[in-house]
């Protein structure tokens, strides 16, 4: 069954960055929107960005300034780079992709720690 893989993902003293990938694990085709989303223990799944096939972008208030989503349609593969990144950002990130055709996609999420 095809599904996202992440990577990136690790330990990092605040005030450092990442950079996340994330990568159909084979063919699915054509993706509208697609996103990374985190859980922190304890917490719900939060919304931490989006990008349309178009370009467009979006972020939770947390992490603008400081993260910036991007994608390359030709790899159907997307990225966050996460910079000045703080204990609050420590969570299992994962991402998600809504195709044209064959549905919704996620990945099995990636751990960031962020601690000194």
């Known amino acids: 069954q095809v599904k996202l893989v992440e990577s990136g993902g690790g330990l990092v003293q605040p005030g450092g960055s990442l950079r996340l990938s994330c990568v159909p694990s084979?063919?699915?085709?054509?993706?509208?929107?697609m996103g990374w989303y985190r859980q922190a223990p304890g917490k719900q799944r939060e919304l931490v960005a989006t990008?349309?096939?178009?370009?467009?972008?979006n972020y939770v208030d947390s992490v603008k300034g400081r993260f910036a989503i991007s994608r390359d349609n030709a790899k159907n593969t997307m990225y966050l780079q996460m910079s000045s990144l703080k204990p609050e950002d420590t969570a299992v990130y994962s991402c998600n992709a809504e195709t044209i055709y064959w549905g919704t996609f996620w990945g099995q999420g990636t751990q960031v720690t962020v601690s000194s």
């Open positions: 084979g063919r699915i085709g054509s993706i509208n929107d």
């Open positions: 990008i349309g096939s178009g370009g467009i972008t």
